[in-house]
């Protein structure tokens, strides 16, 4: 799912299609789960601090829903699309969320101490 995502993201945010007003909402919603993923994740790395998973995923879901917002206004979606692009997007990255902090590691919070999955690290590309 994490790829399937960073390929989304390659295609709306860096790809030749960047300006395009239509983009399928499954597309926007891979872009906007990745890059809430990376906002997210930098914004808590910043703040230093462990938060219980719950929370977490209500702080990723915010990330994404402004992501999905973003992305509405610059590729012409209309309201139907967006709702179903933020839904797809929230499911997209509490997935995300869920295989890489929960299942991956079974840390009982997130914790920013936690690197990002290795293929996203700082020798690759996307959340850090």
Known sequence: LAEQSDDAHRQVYEGQQHHEAKFSHELLAGAASF???????????????????????????GFVGAEIDKLAETKGMDEVEKHRAKQHAEQNAHQMYEEH???????????????????????GRGWY
């Open 35 to 61: 890059e809430g993923m990376k906002l997210f994740e930098d914004h808590q790395r910043k703040q230093g601090k462990t938060v219980n998973h719950a929370f977490a995923k209500e702080l990723l879901a």
């Open 101 to 123: 902090y929960e299942r991956r590691h079974g840390a009982p919070e997130f914790d920013p101490r936690i690197p990002p999955p290795p293929r996203f690290g700082s020798e």
